[in-house]
């Protein structure tokens, strides 16, 4: 079970010696405690996804006009705008290693191989999994989530 779930669900085997607790996040990874480097914390992790949304939604605002009393219509703007956040989350995290909202935070993806580019297909799967929350949400000891464990990487501070 560990395998799929992580270090959250697994437990010290009987008669072997329980590991320490990183004294801090990222401290088993070789990352910084605190300053550029480091772990980045929930909140500024979240803060930038509701930045990436805004984006999102007032670049789809330009070529849609939202109707709140046309269901229809903002049906489609919903879906542009899911569209249009793929777009934004995928596109710069896959050769910047940040979003705009990533930036605007001063956070970006770090790859633990030490490759400078994050990648299309580990921006994609970070964005697939982000929009269904719950992988994103849950994090371990080292402030990483599901979607980071699964792709190799850690969302760290710039400055």
Not at 78 to 93: D, K, M, Y
């Amino acid at each position: 079970m560990a395998r799929w779930t992580g270090e959250w669900l697994s437990a010290p085997r009987p008669g072997a010696d329980a590991e320490d607790p990183p004294r801090w996040r990222g401290e088993r990874l070789g990352l910084p405690e605190q300053g550029a480097g480091s772990v980045a914390g929930g909140g500024s992790r979240l803060l930038g996804l509701v930045i990436d949304l805004i984006v999102a939604s007032l670049l789809t605002s330009l070529f849609i006009r939202p109707d709140l009393q046309d269901t229809a219509t903002m049906q489609s703007y919903n879906l542009w705008s899911i569209g249009v956040w793929a777009v934004v989350t995928v596109v710069p995290a896959s050769f910047f290693g940040f979003t705009p909202g990533m930036f605007a935070t001063g956070i970006r993806v770090a790859r633990l191989d030490g490759a400078q580019m994050v990648g299309v297909p580990r921006a994609i799967v970070r964005a697939a999994l982000t929009f269904v929350i719950i992988p994103a949400a849950i994090r371990n000891a080292d402030g990483r989530s599901w979607l980071d464990r699964l792709t190799g990487t850690v969302v760290v501070r710039m400055r």
